[in-house]
C-alpha cells in the first residue's frame, strides 16, 4: 500500500492532509504518531478508502484503491476504528460472524465452526454466547479484533485501540496485535497515542504534523528527543531503564526547572 503525494479537504480552504508520499512496509507494524489534530484518523481513512483523496493517489497491490469495489477492498482491508456501531442485543459470535460478509451474500449462512477459528484467536471462545455489553472494555475491544481478523484481511487498521483500557488491558493487547501480526504476516496499521506503545510494538514510524509527514522509519530512527520536541511542541527526554530500554519522558514544564 502506497501513499502517492496525497491531499485530503474536508472543505477546499481547510487541507487536512498535505502532499503525502509514504510506502507502507508490507507484513510489518506501522504505526502513526502525532498530536491531536494532526490528521492520523484522517490519514487511516484514507488507507481504508472510506475517504477519497482530493488529489494523488492511494495504490492498494499496485493498483489505484479508487477502482476497488467496496467488496474487493473490504477482502483486503479491515478496520476496528473507535466508533462503533451498535451491536447491544447481539452475542459476540453473531458479531464476529458480522466480519465474514465479504465471503456470503448471506450472513444467515456463515457457520459457527466459520467463526470459530477468530474467537480462538483473541481468546473468546467461552464468551461466545454473551451478549456484547455483558464484557469488559478489553474484552469487546478483542471482539471487534476478532470480527476484523473474521475478513481474513491483509491489512489490519486499528484506530487506537487501547483507549479506554487500564495498563493491563493495554499491554495485553499490544501483545496480542504483535502476535497475530506475526502469526499471520499481516500488515498491520495504528493510531497510537501512547509513544511508548509504539516503542515496544512498531516495526515502523509515521510522524505526521498538521497533515504533513514529519519523517517516516524505524522506531530508532524517528522517535528521537529533537524530533518529538519538534512535533509535540514540549520537551521530551528518552531514557534507557534497566531492564527494559528505552522510555520516553514527556517533561511537564515546570518553569525555572533545570532537568539537566
Ligand atoms: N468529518 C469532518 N469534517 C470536518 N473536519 C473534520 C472531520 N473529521 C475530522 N475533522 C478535522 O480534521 C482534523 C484532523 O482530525 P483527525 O481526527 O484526523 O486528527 P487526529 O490526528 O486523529 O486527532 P486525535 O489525535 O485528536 O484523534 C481535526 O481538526 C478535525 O477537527
Partial sequence: MELKHVSFAYTPDHPLVKDFTAQVPEGQILTILGPNGAGKSTLLNLLDGQLMPSEGEILLADKPSADY??????????????????????????IVKIGRRPFHGLL???TDAEVAPFLDQVQLTAYAD??????????????????????EPNY??????????????????MALIKQLQQDQSMTVILVLHDINQALQVSDAVWLIKNGALVQAGTPQDVINEQLLSDVFEMTVRIVDLPDYGRYVIQVPEVVGQDFD
Avoid: C, F, N
Fill in 156 to 173: 489490519l487498521l486499528l484506530d487506537e485501540p487501547t483507549t479506554y483500557l487500564d495498563i493491563r488491558y493495554q499491554g495485553e493487547l
Fill in 130 to 151: 454473551r451478549a456484547l455489553t455483558s464484557l469488559s472494555g478489553g474484552q469487546q475491544q478483542r471482539v471487534w479484533i476478532a470480527m476484523a481478523l473474521a475478513q
Fill in 108 to 110: 444467515d449462512t456463515v
Fill in 69 to 94: 469495489s467496496l467488496k474487493d477492498r473490504t477482502a483486503q482491508i479491515a478496520v476496528v476504528s473507535q466508533q462503533h456501531q451498535t451491536y447491544d442485543d447481539m452475542t459476540v459470535r453473531e
